[in-house]
Each structure stands twice: as C-alpha cells, then as structure tokens.
C-alpha cells in the first residue's frame, strides 16, 4: 500500500521536472553560443597580446597604442623606456605597446575611441 502512493507523486513531479528542464534549455542554449561566440575569442585575443607583451625584449621597434615609434632600451615590471630619437627617452606603460613597426598591431585600437 505504501508503493501505490508513492507511484502518483512520481508520476505527478515528473511532468514537472521536465517541463522546468525545457524551460531552461533556451537559456543554457543562448548562455552557450555566447561563450562560443564572444567569450572565447576575447579570451584568445587576450592571451595573444599577455604574450607578445611579455616577450618584449631590449632593441625591439614597437608602436605604442598612442602612435608613438620607438625602440625599446628598457624594461621594468610594467613600464618600457623606448628612444623615440637621438637622445630623446620616454618611459611609457607596457600596456601601451601596441605592436612591432611594420606588422600588424596586436592590439587593436578601439573603434569607439575619438
């Protein structure tokens, strides 16, 4: 006797259950193609510029982020000296190298910037 009133409140939750996995099913869907679409190459990209920028090394020709062309004469924990000119130094934020002169830049400028 016991069985038998145990078998309707499964049978009632089931349907429930299921009807609330549906339901969600779009959202982990929606969750997942944003992951695949936008989080992942952020990531990517992130990690691209961490590692050109950790492999800075003294007498590389780089571009900073503002357009400045230097070479690299120092490096600190998070700054680098670049000679802009014949005896003209500016030490500058390591995030502020943008890339090497006459490749593409591995950081891209922001589109929404003046």
Do not use: H, N, W
């Not at 679409?37 to 003294?58: D, G, I, T, Y």
């Not at 120092?74 to 190298?97: F, H, M």
């Amino acid at each position: 006797m016991m069985e038998s009133s145990i078998f309707p409140i499964l049978a009632q939750s089931a349907p429930g259950q299921s009807s609330m996995l549906v339901s969600l099913l779009p959202l982990a869907l929606m969750l997942a193609i944003f992951y695949l679409l936008v989080l992942m190459p952020m990531r990517r990209k992130q990690k691209k510029v961490e590692e050109f920028r950790s492999s800075l090394k003294v007498g590389d020709k780089v571009i900073t982020t503002g357009g400045i062309y230097g070479q690299v004469t120092r490096i600190g924990d998070t700054s680098v000296q670049l000679q802009i000119a014949d005896k003209v130094r500016v030490e500058v934020a390591r995030a502020a190298i943008g890339g090497f002169q006459g490749q593409e830049p591995v950081v891209q400028p922001d589109s929404g910037s003046v």
